[in-house]
């Protein structure tokens, strides 16, 4: 025998399905309320502070974790133990410290807090990100000629991962070869990019390459190589002058001294020709006689 179908029924399977759904979507913020509420920036090698929500001043415990690893906190009646090294804990803020940041440092933390021996724990979950700057990006000329360019793109030191990105959108440029590598020492990512550049349709200005931001200096392609500058025979000239000038000078100046030596050469008589030369004045002779 078929079921019979009533309004009743279909009332009821749309009031379960209204409680189903209000039951879920409380059930999911429930869930959420363990997931990161708070979002925390910090700098490679720069201070980050965890500040775990409290609604009391009086605290039993206060413990920051990231996953199962103790980082910091405190205990009201017992010691905390061992602590992590770049940690220290402000009891009054119920904050905890960070410094000497590194990109192990991070992901998903834990605030655990707790009002009295006997209250239940409340849990708040901190993500701290983490970010380097890149170096500003090295342009290189690798290859030049006059039908094309080759030209790389570098830079290094930066967090997170970031491709390096060209300004320049055309037809006349190819993406020869691209990277992002890791440092395994310091976790931080290079960065590098070699295009290739058409110069048939002549030199292409206001180029520029770019990473996590940092832009490098503008550039041109497809020039003209720099030609050496005109010879000029001008300081030879000045220089041939500068020896005739001095030349002429020194020959002046022999010729003036050879005159002087020829005017004062002829030989004076070895007493005086006459009586005036002599100091004896002529009119006393003539009285005399």
């Known amino acids: 025998m078929a079921t019979r179908w009533i309004p009743e029924n279909f009332l009821n399977q749309r009031l379960s399905l ?24 910090g700098e490679l090698g720069g201070n980050v502070s965890f500040s775990c929500p409290a609604t009391q001043e009086s605290l039993y415990l206060l413990y920051l974790q990231k996953g199962s690893s103790f ?10 133990g061992r602590t992590w ?6 009891q009054d803020k119920k904050t905890v410290h960070m410094h000497s940041l590194n990109v192990s440092h991070e992901g998903d933390y834990t605030c655990v807090i707790a009002y009295n021996e006997h209250s239940d724990t409340k849990e708040t979950v901190v993500h701290l990100s983490i970010k380097a700057n890149y170096s500003k990006p090295e342009v290189k000329v690798l290859h030049r000629d006059d039908i094309h360019w080759l030209v790389n793109c570098s830079s290094h030191g930066g967090y997170p991962r970031s491709p390096m ?6 037809q006349m440029m190819e993406d020869v070869n691209s990277s992002v590598t890791r440092d395994d020492v310091t976790m931080t990512f290079n960065s590098s990019s070699t295009v290739y550049f058409n110069c048939s349709m002549g030199e292409i200005r206001s180029i520029s390459c770019s990473v996590g931001g940092i832009d490098s200096q503008l550039f041109s392609v497809c020039k003209p190589k720099d030609r050496p500058p005109p010879t000029t025979h001008t300081p030879v ?12 000078i020194g020959i002046g100046l022999c010729l003036r001294i050879k005159c002087r030596r020829g005017q004062g050469g002829g030989t004076k008589p ?12 002529l009119t006393a002779v003539a ?3």
């Open 237 to 248: 000239i000045a220089g041939t002058i500068c020896v005739a000038l001095i030349f002429f």
């Open 270 to 281: 070895a007493g005086p020709s006459t009586q005036e030369e002599q100091g004896t004045p």
């Open 85 to 90: 090294e770049n940690t220290w804990m402000d």
């Open 18 to 41: 209204w409680v189903l759904c209000v039951l879920t979507v409380m059930r999911n913020v429930s869930g959420n309320e363990n997931a990161a509420q708070i979002q925390l920036r």
């Open 71 to 80: 980082v910091n906190g405190h205990y009201a009646s017992k010691s905390v």
């Open 287 to 289: 009285v005399a006689s």
């Open 165 to 170: 990105i060209w300004n320049q959108e055309s």
